[in-house]
Structures are given as C-alpha cells and as structure tokens.
C-alpha cells in the first residue's frame, strides 16, 4: 500500500540585512528575469552597493527572500525626498524558476508592513506600459494598488510609464 506524503513547501526566509554577496544576487536576479535592459541592471546593482557603502545612511532599503540561503527574489524601496510619508518601490524582483511562488507577494507583504511601521502612507510603484509588463501591473492590481497615472511615451515611443499607488496607513 503506498502512502501519500505530504507535498511540502521550500523554506523561504526573509531578511533585512544585506550582505555582499546580494551584489551578486541582485545582478542574476534582474538579469535572468528577462524584464530589465542591462543599463537597468546595473542601476540595481547600484542601489545594493549604495545600501553596503553607506548602511543605515543610504535611502535605500531592502528586503531578501532566500531558499535554502540563496537569495532568490528581493525588493528595494525608500522615502522619497521631501514627501511627508511617501515611498518608492524602486525594485521587486524574483528569480524565474522562484517565480508563481508567492514570493513576490511576500516581499511586497513585508515591504508594506515595514512602511506603515516606518509612518508611511502611500506606496508609489512605476513600470513599463508595454506588453511585457502586463502581468507585473496585473500582480500590483491584484494587491490592492490602483493606476494613479499613465504618461505615454515615457521611457520611449511606444513604451509609457504606469504609476500605481497603494495606501498602508489604514
């Protein structure tokens, strides 16, 4: 007689410290995920680096999801300068054989927890309008974010920034 066994999930465990080898992670990450250019890439890279160089003092910060102490997915967000309660999420991104996993909506979960405990009010998203990114506004859509603004043409012909909004402060 065969027993089923339960099916159990991987461990993922967030973090808030970042250490050096996210710099490395950080690059794989937004890399294989087939959504950012390279000049994208790099600014990534600079956030994390900023984050090391700089600790407490830099602007920008970060949240980690590992599996099995490798780092699979990670958000960046900060307050943006003269705003009383205003924060970017500068980054969400998740590794693609992580992805349809839940962790994104993890890292957005804690992100939104960490604002509101900081005083935050609203969380400020910007993505492409292309195609591509459909299902990256459908994900922020499902989260409770709504559209705030729509500029055509943004990034390039064609290719427009969509600005979504959520409130954390209740």
Known sequence: MLVAMPVTKPLITLRTQPKQADVAAVRTITADTGYFSADEVEVAVELIEDRLTKGDGSEYEFIFADLDGTTVGYASFGEIACTDGSYDLYWIAVHPNQQSAG????????????????????????????????????????????????????????????????????
């Open 103 to 170: 962790i994104g909506r993890r890292l957005l979960d804690k992100t939104e927890r960490l604002v509101k405990a900081a005083g935050g009010r609203r969380i400020y998203v910007e993505t492409s309008s292309r195609d591509q990114y459909q299902p990256t506004r459908d994900f922020y859509l499902r989260c409770a974010y709504r559209v705030d603004a729509d500029q055509a043409d943004f990034y390039a012909p064609g290719d427009g920034k969509v600005t979504l909004v959520k409130s954390v402060n209740g």
